[in-house]
């Protein structure tokens, strides 16, 4: 069955940089299109980066909002992917949710990681 464990986030200042990661089990993330939502109070869950299926690479997209700041990444090996997040802003707080939309059809989420910016 498929299991998604977030981990990574906390508290940051403006500018300040955060790994996040997700563990997978269940299935292959390099055989997998994965993707990182956030959702922030009040708002509804937005795609923030994805990478396409590939198991020596992927295509990555990002929302415009984290582009050139954010960068997704997959560790094979460990069966988990990142985002790093870079000069963060108060605006990219939220919680941050990886899945893999063919494999839960976006059924089942896992806890989820908060991220919160502020000074």
């Known amino acids: 069955q498929v299991q998604l464990v977030e981990s990574g986030g906390g508290l940051v200042e403006p500018g300040g940089s955060l790994r996040l990661s997700c563990a997978a089990s269940?299935?292959?993330?390099?055989?997998?299109?994965m993707a990182w939502y956030r959702q922030a109070p009040g708002k509804e869950r937005e795609l923030i980066a994805s990478?396409?299926?590939?198991?020596?690479?992927?295509?990555?997209n990002y929302a415009d909002s984290v582009e050139g700041r954010f960068t997704i990444s997959r560790d094979k090996n460990k069966n988990t992917i990142y985002l790093q997040m870079n000069s963060l802003k108060p605006e990219d707080a939220g919680r941050y949710y990886c899945?893999?939309?063919?494999?839960?059809?976006?059924?089942?989420w896992g806890q989820g990681t908060q991220v919160t910016v502020s000074s």
């Open positions: 899945n893999a939309p063919t494999r839960t059809a976006l059924r089942y």
């Open positions: 269940g299935f292959t993330v390099s055989a997998a299109f």
């Open positions: 990478v396409t299926r590939g198991t020596f690479g992927g295509n990555a």
